[in-house]
């Protein structure tokens, strides 16, 4: 009920949240709110692979920052003549299992960001190329490999230019975009596909950094809609 929320908090009127496990233990709970239609199955696993990756990427700095430390631990025991060997290789062995943790979850998020069933890109907005995208995005583009697609052009897979234009300017305004529904060309094929895709901007490196999805199917279903159906985030939301 509305007694659950403090005074002037923004009225909830349908949510759905996804947990995130390591193993069997729940690590993370996210939850979202007020999507304009109901939550279906498809918005759940999408949700739970984002997230799985943020965990993931977590883990990694996690493990970045032990690996840190621990080397600066080991270069301090170097500086010890009374260490003994024992404790040397002792910390030989700690170094060892922290390279192969870390090793391991780059290898699951590779893993994770290559194979997902979203299409997940970085795209320059001053060259108009593809700087980073996993494979299911380059099958969505028509491209026969992200070897292909990196350094390619995007500029001929939007049906309309003008379209590409419009979203760099919410981009640099706002500094990201969501649930942008746009048509897209498949270059190999020449079909024209719906494309729903969110994206932030990276000032720094001026790219876009985003997942899109093919929704041909689905606006297929529900008829002709609206060219284009946009909610802009703000810069804070980065």
Same mark, same amino acid.
């Given at each position: 009920?509305?007694?659950?929320? #403090?005074?002037? =908090?923004? #009225?909830?009127?349908? *949510?759905?949240?996804?947990?995130?496990?390591?193993?069997?233990?729940?690590?993370?709970?996210?939850?979202?709110?007020?999507?304009?239609?109901?939550?279906?199955?498809?918005?759940?696993?999408?949700?739970?692979?984002?997230?799985?990756?943020? $965990?993931? =990427?977590?883990? &990694?700095?996690?493990?970045?920052?032990?690996?840190?430390?621990?080397?600066?631990?080991?270069?301090?025991?170097?500086?010890?003549?009374?260490?003994?060997?024992?404790?040397?290789?002792?910390?030989?062995?700690?170094?060892? !299992?922290?390279?192969?943790?870390?090793?391991?979850?780059?290898?699951?998020?590779?893993?994770?960001?290559?194979?997902?069933?979203?299409?997940? *890109?970085?795209?320059?907005?001053?060259?108009?190329?593809?700087?980073?995208?996993?494979?299911?995005?380059?099958?969505?583009?028509?491209?026969?490999?992200?070897?292909?697609? @990196?350094?390619?052009?995007?500029? =001929?897979?939007?049906?309309?230019?003008?379209?590409?234009?419009?979203?760099?300017? @919410?981009?640099?305004?706002?500094?990201? @975009?969501?649930?942008?529904?746009?048509? *897209?060309?498949?270059? &190999?094929?020449?079909? @024209?596909? $719906? /494309?729903?895709?969110?994206? !932030?901007?990276?000032?720094?490196?001026?790219?876009?950094?985003?997942?899109?999805?093919?929704?041909?199917?689905?606006?297929? !279903?529900?008829?002709?809609?609206?060219?284009?159906?946009?909610?802009? /985030?703000?810069?804070?939301?980065?």
């Amino acid at each position: 009920g509305s007694d659950l929320f #403090p005074p002037g =908090h923004v #009225p909830i009127t349908r *949510f759905t949240s996804v947990p995130v496990f390591e193993g069997e233990q729940v690590v993370m709970i996210c939850t979202v709110a007020n999507k304009e239609t109901g939550y279906t199955a498809g918005d759940v696993d999408n949700l739970t692979l984002l997230m799985q990756g943020v $965990w993931l =990427h977590r883990r &990694k700095h996690l493990a970045d920052e032990a690996l840190r430390e621990k080397t600066t631990d080991l270069e301090a025991a170097y500086e010890e003549i009374t260490a003994s060997d024992e404790e040397l290789a002792a910390n030989y062995e700690e170094l060892n !299992r922290n390279q192969q943790a870390l090793a391991e979850s780059e290898r699951k998020y590779r893993n994770l960001y290559l194979y997902a069933q979203v299409g997940l *890109f970085e795209t320059s907005l001053k060259n108009a190329t593809v700087v980073a995208c996993n494979e299911r995005y380059a099958t969505l583009a028509g491209f026969s490999s992200i070897e292909e697609a @990196i350094g390619s052009d995007i500029l =001929h897979l939007y049906a309309n230019p003008d379209d590409r234009k419009e979203v760099s300017r @919410i981009l640099r305004e706002t500094g990201s @975009i969501r649930d942008h529904v746009v048509r *897209f060309r498949n270059q &190999k094929t020449g079909k @024209i596909f $719906w /494309g729903q895709f969110s994206a !932030r901007y990276n000032s720094l490196r001026d790219v876009a950094e985003g997942s899109i999805i093919d929704i041909t199917a689905e606006r297929g !279903r529900r008829g002709a809609p609206r060219e284009r159906e946009t909610v802009a /985030g703000s810069p804070g939301t980065r």
